[in-house]
Antibody
Framework: EVQLVETGGGLIQPGGSLRLSCAAS????????MSWVRQAPGKGLEWVSI???????YYADSVKGRFTISRDNSKNTLYLQMNSLRAEDTAVYYC???????????????????WGKGTTVTVSS | DIQMTQSPSSLSASVGDRVTITCRAS??????LNWYQQKPGKAPKLLIY???SLQSGVPSRFSGSGSGTDFTLTISSLQPEDFATYYC??????????FGQGTKLEIK
């Protein structure tokens, strides 16, 4: 079964660091676009970061310079290193596979088709 | 940045009702629009991609339409398991995959 399992969440003090892991099954992380999406308590979904199959990485302005997305191909695992954590980073963090569909005229429609169950990060003193 | 605005923010309906949720983009996004369903305590689930393409395994009572700036998600006959929060998402301005604020569908 295609699935993603996140680990690494927990309670951390402001200014601290945490690394989230996301283990994939039945597909290859490095062959896909992979992303992190978070959801603060009682709030909506917020895209956080993405890593392309070619290795390029991108971040939301809210985390740029503090978070780093990476992958370990040998472990088929995605990571999110989170530094200088703030109270507003408190959220459930979802690991997501980004797939695409191509049209007859070669447009590529990207969508998030596989989601992990999420791991909770709480930033509080 | 492209902003996505959903309406209404919440909606009450009954089993068997036809329901429509609207999503508006702050600029044209062609058909680069996805819809997700999220139930409490669960991860979101992809329903519709490319504005109107039904994801495999999703019941045919769900449909999507629109292009440019205005989009709709329609549930033709509400079932008990459809009460959830629905999010739209643009994939035009990648890598920024902006979501709408969500529409909570509740039982009347």
């Amino acid at each position: 079964e295609v699935q993603l399992v996140e680990t690494g969440g927990g309670l951390i003090q402001p200014g601290g660091s945490l690394r989230l892991s996301c283990a994939a099954s039945e597909f290859t992380v490095s062959s896909n676009y992979m992303s992190w999406v978070r959801q603060a308590p009682g709030k909506g979904l917020e895209w956080v970061s993405i890593i392309y199959s070619g290795g390029s990485t991108y971040y939301a302005d809210s985390v740029k310079g503090r978070f780093t997305i990476s992958r370990d191909n040998s472990k088929n695992t995605l990571y999110l290193q989170m530094n200088s954590l703030r109270a507003e980073d408190t959220a459930v963090y979802y690991c997501v596979r980004v797939d695409y569909s191509s049209s007859a005229d070669y447009y590529y429609y990207y969508y998030m088709d596989v989601w992990g169950k999420g791991t909770t990060v709480t930033v509080s003193s | 940045d492209i902003q996505m605005t959903q309406s209404p923010s919440s909606l009450s309906a009954s089993v068997g009702d036809r329901v429509t949720i609207t999503c508006r983009a702050s600029q044209s996004i062609n058909s680069y629009l996805n819809w997700y369903q999220q139930k409490p305590g669960k991860a979101p689930k992809l329903l519709i991609y490319a504005a109107s393409s039904l994801q495999s395994g999703v019941p045919s009572r769900f449909s999507g339409s629109g292009s440019g700036t205005d989009f709709t998600l329609t549930i033709s006959s509400l079932q008990p398991e459809d009460f959830a929060t629905y999010y739209c998402q643009q994939s035009y301005s990648t890598p920024m995959y902006t979501f709408g604020q969500g529409t909570k569908l509740e039982i009347k």
